[in-house]
C-alpha cells in the first residue's frame, strides 16, 4: 500500500510526497528557486545512428557537488534557504528536475538547417530515497527499498497515461558516474518515443517470443535460477544474476521468473522478494571491495506505446564502472566507436566473486 | 609516399616502424616481455542488444600509468630495460598490443551454458605517433599526421586483406577517457564481423543512398562548407564541422566533400587536407580553455566486408567529454540506459566557439 500528497513548488514545479501511511498535510513546500525556469530544450534527429539528441543549453547552469551543509535534497531546515523538500514525515519523494532536459509542454522547436527538430516532450524527475543523506538505496530497509520500486511503478503508470512512450527510472550512482549531489537520489526520464535502445530490445525480444512463446528475459531468470552458476542472489520468485553476456565488470540483472512487463505488473509479494534481492546485490556490490560501487542502474519496462508486449519482463540493470579496487571501466574506442564491450570479468566468477561477499 | 620495416618481438608481436624515408635497418627489436603472451578471450552474444561482448580475463594485468620514467612507448634507452620500442629513425610505429581483447590466431571459444560463444577472432594494435612523449596528435607537424593518416589506411588494408570486416583506427585521449600511457598514441580494433554501430550506419546510409543518389556523409560535409555556420576548419576539399546533431559537447567531424569509403581511397592531397584540417580541430579544442581536451576519436571508414560501399564517405569523429571547463560530460542514465543523448551545447554554438579559438 502506498499513499501520496500532490504539491507544486513556487517555481511551478510538482512534487510527490510518498509513504506507507498518509503523510501528514503540509503548508507551502519550498524551492531553492522563486521564479519559474526558463527551459530551453529541443530535439534533433542523428541521421546516421537513428536517434534524437537532446539539446538543453540551460542545464549547462544546473548545481554541480554543492557542499554537504547546503544539500538541496535534504528537508529544509532554515526557511531562508529553502531546499528542494519540506520537513515532514513521508518517506520517499519525487519532483520535477529543475534543469530537465524533457518537458511536459515542450515548446516548439526551432527550426535548424540541415538538422530534423523535434519539441523536447517528455519528463525528467527526481527521486529521492530517503530524508537521510547518509543512506545509500543498497543500505536501506527491505521495505523502504519496495516503496522505492512502488513509488517507480506508480509514476510510470501516470506518465504513460500523460502519453509518454517510455519511461525509464534510473540511479547513477558515484561521482565517478558523473552524480552531482550526493545525497542518494535517482531520476526518471520519460520519452514521447520509444528510444533506440529500448526499440532494439523490444525487436530482439519480440523476435524471441514469436520463435518459442516465451520471452526471454523470465525464460533468462529460471535458466539461471536452475543452473545456479550465475546466481547473485535470490528471493522468493525474483532472482538476480550475472547475465551470461554482460557488457559491464560484476553487471547483474533482477528479475522475476514469471513473465511481467513492468513494476506495476508484480504482486506485493513479488515487490518485496524484488526488493530484498535488490538490496542484496547493491550490498554485495559495495563489500566487494569494502567501497561505494559507482554504477548505472536501469530499470527497464516494457514501453508504455499502447500495445501489449507479452514479450518483455521488467528486469533492472545494474552496471557497475569499476574493474577492480583502483581501476574504472571507461567506455572508449572498441566500446563507443562500435558498440562492443571488452569486459575484463566473466560473469561466472562475478557471481562467485558477489556471492562471497559476507554481508 | 610511405615506408615500412616489419619486425617481429622477442615474444612473437609484429612491429610495424613507418617513415617517409625507409627506416634504417635495425638489429633485434625489443619487447618488455620476454615470453608469448597467454591470451585468455572469446566472445558471447548479447541477445537483447544483438551485438557481441568481448571477454578477455588476461587484461586485468595489463600496463597502468606507470611513471614517465619508465614510458613503455619511448625508444628504448638501457637494453636492461626494453620498452615496446626500438632507437632508430623511424616517425610513426605500430605494434601488436601485449593486452589484446582480439587476436588473429584465436583458439575456439568456451561453450557456455546459457550464452552463444565465438573465437575472438581480430586484432588490436598500438600506434605510437611519434618517438617524444611531449607532443599530442594535433601539436604534430602537418606532414606528421598525413603520415599517420596513411599508416592507418596501410594497416586498414593489410588487416582487411587478412580477412577483418571491420577495421577501426581510434584515439582514447585523456586519462579521463580511460588512457592508461600518457605517450600518445592510439589504437587500432579490427573485428571479423561488422560491429553493430557500423552495421546501423551502413543501413541508414545505404538508404540515404538509394532515396537520393548520393552519400549522407559528403551530401552533409558539402552543406556545412556551403552554409558555413558549423564550420570549425575547411582545408582544399575537406571540411571539419559540428554535425548539425552532434551528441558530444564541441563534437566535430571531419570529411571530404566528395565520396570516398575509407582513407585508402583518399588522393594524396586530400590526405594533406585532412591533416591540416584534424590538426586545426585538435589545436582549437586544446585551446578552448586551454588545456588538453580529453575526447574519443573514431576513424569511420566502410566496412571491408567484400561489397562495394558507394552509400559510404570516410569520416573521422572527435567526441570530446569536457563540457566546461571543470565539468566532464559523462555517459550515464539516457545515455547509456535509452541511446538517448543529451548535450548541453548546440552545433551552432559549438563551432562558433571553436572559430574563436586564437591558434
Known amino acids: 500500500m502506498i499513499h501520496c500528497a500532490e504539491y507544486v513548488k513556487p517555481d511551478g514545479r510538482r512534487l510527490w510526497l510518498y509513504g506507507r501511511r498518509p503523510p501528514s498535510p503540509l503548508g507551502p513546500v519550498p524551492s531553492p528557486f522563486s521564479t519559474a525556469v526558463s527551459v530551453d530544450t529541443h530535439l534533433r534527429f542523428h541521421p546516421l545512428l537513428r536517434e534524437w539528441v537532446i539539446y538543453a543549453s540551460h542545464r549547462q547552469e544546473r548545481t554541480f557537488l554543492p557542499p554537504a551543509s547546503s544539500d538541496p535534497l535534504a528537508p529544509t531546515k532554515d526557511p531562508a534557504n529553502p531546499t528542494e523538500l519540506p ?7 519525487v519532483f520535477e528536475n529543475r534543469f530537465p532536459s ?12 540541415g538538422a530534423e527538430t523535434a519539441a523536447a516532450v517528455g519528463a525528467c524527475e527526481v527521486v529521492v530515497f530517503a530524508q537521510d543523506a547518509g543512506q545509500s538505496l543498497g543500505e536501506l530497509p527491505a521495505d523502504r527499498i519496495s516503496l522505492v520500486l512502488e513509488v517507480w511503478a506508480e509514476r510510470t503508470r501516470a506518465l504513460a497515461r500523460a502519453g ?30 520509444v528510444p533506440q535502445v529500448q526499440a532494439h530490445a523490444a525487436a530482439a525480444l519480440r523476435e524471441h517470443y514469436e520463435r518459442t512463446g516465451s520471452d526471454l528475459v ?7 535460477r536452475d543452473r545456479r552458476i550465475r546466481v547473485v542472489a535470490a528471493e522468493g520468485e525474483v532472482v538476480a544474476f550475472a547475465p551470461p ?3 559491464f565488470p560484476y553487471e547483474t540483472w533482477i528479475a522475476p521468473t514469471r513473465s511481467v512487463p513492468d513494476l506495476a505488473g508484480l504482486t506485493a509479494q513479488e ?17 566487494l ?6 554504477y548505472l542502474m536501469t530499470v527497464n519496462q516494457a514501453p508504455s506505446d499502447g500495445v501489449p508486449h507479452p514479450e518483455w519482463t521488467v528486469r533492472i540493470e545494474i ?12 567506455l572508449a574506442g572498441t566500446e563507443l566507436g562500435a558498440g562492443v564491450f571488452a569486459n575484463d570479468i566473466t560473469p561466472e566468477q562475478a557471481a562467485a566473486d558477489l556471492r562471497g561477499v559476507r554481508l
Chains 1, 2 share one sequence.
Open 87 to 93: 520537513v515532514g514525515d513521508y518517506e520517499v519523494a
Open 289 to 294: 571491495w569494502g567501497r561505494p560501487m559507482p
Open 271 to 287: 515487490t518485496a522478494d524484488m526488493a530484498v534481492a535488490l538490496s542484496q546485490v547493491l550490498r554485495r556490490l559495495d563489500g
Open 164 to 193: 509518454m512512450a517510455y519511461v525509464l527510472p534510473f540511479e547513477n550512482r558515484g561521482t565517478e558516474m558523473g552524480v552531482t549531489l550526493l545525497h542518494p537520489h535517482g531520476q526518471i526520464y520519460a520519452y514521447a518515443f
Open 218 to 224: 523470465a525464460d533468462l531468470a529460471r535458466g539461471e
Open 319 to 330: 552496471c557497475p564502472i569499476r574493474r577492480a579496487p583502483e581501476k574504472l571501466k571507461f
Open 102 to 113: 524533457l518537458v511536459p509542454e515542450a515548446g516548439p522547436a526551432p527550426a535548424v538547417e
Open 245 to 247: 553476456f554482460g557488457r
